[in-house]
């Protein structure tokens, strides 16, 4: 069996050709591959030494099992889970960018694409929690970009059966990201979904600024950074974001899970406010002046027709009166 992952290109796995390599992580790599059929898939394969350690193959698969029967819009499709030979590995829907690529390439994003992405997000979210399922490692390399811009959730399970293996065997591997770990992680205290919205937060953090809010080369004080240190205010680094995406970045970054949103739906609501406050002052700012003056007295009319009548009157009178006096 090879070492080497450019070995493998040109090479087929199952049914999937492997075209070429898209990236690697500390167990696996993927490549961009074709099924029998012509379609365009992503392959996520173990490296020889955790495809050759039954217990990780086994937690890997179950996992990735797992995350096959999440069917839903904002979530990878997995096609297939399976080994072949000395191969395990499972395909998926293959995606042109990812939100990490995007934000490393074009920088930060404008605040109209940052609200779309963390909803798109959130609805994914929303999904897997309510099936049970956390995300655990959630981050931009993680949230893949159709070609269509829509966000979609990758890698769902993957930090479970890290922590999994690292609990029955002993053997030292990295958790999670440690850039993204929450609080709660670091501490090593129970976990449920409200890691996911802190994850997010640090995600929206990085796509509004291009910066994390917490940075250490230093695990130990990384860890500290998110348990003690509260974050940069997004609007110092970017004033002409709304006040209501930072609260919403700020909510999902507090330091207690019960400070946090309690479950995707109320994220989701926050959400809906801040497009919909975004949507508003940008037709107010393309409403002419005079109109925009207009409409709001045609709106008071209409709310109060009997005070405007007597208010115009009385504004009538006075006015004739300036002018008589004028006159003289």
Known sequence: MTHAPTDLVGTSVGPYRLERLLGQGGFAWV????????TPVAVKLLKPRYAGDPQF???????????AKLRHPRI?????????????YFAM??????????????????????????????????FAHGEGVIHRDLKPDNILLRADGSAVITDFGIARTRSGYVASTGVNMTIG???YLSPEQAQGRTLDQRLDFY??????????????????????ELARLHVEQPPPSLRRKRPELSKRLERVVRKCLAKHPNDRYRDATELL?????????RRAATAARATPLGTRAWRAVRSAAEQAPWEWVVGAGVLLVALVVLVIKLLR
């Open 76 to 88: 990878i499709p997995i096609r297939a889970v399976a080994r072949a030979g000395g191969d395990v």
């Open 93 to 126: 829907e293959l995606c042109p960018d990812s939100l990490g690529a995007r934000i490393e390439r074009d920088g930060p994003l404008p605040e109209a694409e940052i609200a779309r992405i963390a909803r798109e997000v959130a609805e994914g979210l929303q």
């Open 31 to 38: 490549f961009a591959g074709r099924d029998a059929d012509g």
């Open 199 to 220: 994850a997010l937060g640090i995600t929206l953090f990085k796509a509004a600024t291009g910066e994390l809010p917490f940075r250490s080369s230093d695990w130990f």
């Open 57 to 67: 193959e086994t937690r890997f698969r179950n996992e990735a099992e797992l995350a």
């Open 177 to 179: 990201t440690p850039q």
């Open 269 to 277: 609501a926050d959400l809906a406010a801040v497009e919909a406050h």
